[in-house]
C-alpha cells in the first residue's frame, strides 16, 4: 500500500499493512510497518516508523506507535519519538509525530 501525506508531514510511505479483522463485525486489529520519505515541519530525510491498533466497530484501543531507532536519513537523521493516528468519520486518517532528532 502506498500513502501520500499533506500539511506538516508531506512525502510519501510504502505501507506492508496486516490484518486480522471480521469485516461483517468491524472487529479486528492491524499492525502496519511504514517507511516514510518527504520532510516533516520542513526537514527532508526519510525514517521508518510501526504502528497498530484494535477495533470493536466504532473505537480504537490497544494503540501502538513508534518510530524505528536509527531509521532517519537526511535532515531526519537521529529522529526517535512515536506518534499516533486519528481516522474521521469519512475515513480521514489524520497522523502526528511526537518527535526529538539527536
Do not use: C
Not at 518527504?38 to 521508518?48: A, P
Not at 491498533?53 to 501502538?64: C, W
Not at 537523521?77 to 469519512?90: E, F, H, K, L, Q
Request: aromatic residues 12%; hydrophobic residues 35%; glycine residues 16%.
Amino acid at each position: 500500500m502506498e500513502k501520500h501525506f499533506e500539511g506538516e508531514v508531506m512525502g510519501r510511505s510504502a505501507t506492508l499493512f496486516t490484518a486480522a479483522f471480521d469485516q461483517s463485525a468491524g472487529v479486528g486489529t492491524y499492525v502496519a510497518m511504514e517507511s516514510f520519505e518527504g520532510s516533516l515541519q520542513g526537514r527532508e530525510g526519510s525514517f521508518n516508523f510501526v504502528h497498530s491498533a484494535t477495533t470493536s466497530g466504532s473505537d480504537r484501543t490497544a494503540e501502538f506507535f513508534t518510530i524505528v531507532p536509527s531509521s532517519g536519513t537526511g535532515e531526519l537523521a537521529g529522529i526517535s519519538g512515536a506518534g499516533g493516528m486519528a481516522v474521521d468519520a469519512d475515513g480521514t486518517h489524520r497522523i502526528w509525530f511526537d518527535y526529538q532528532l539527536g
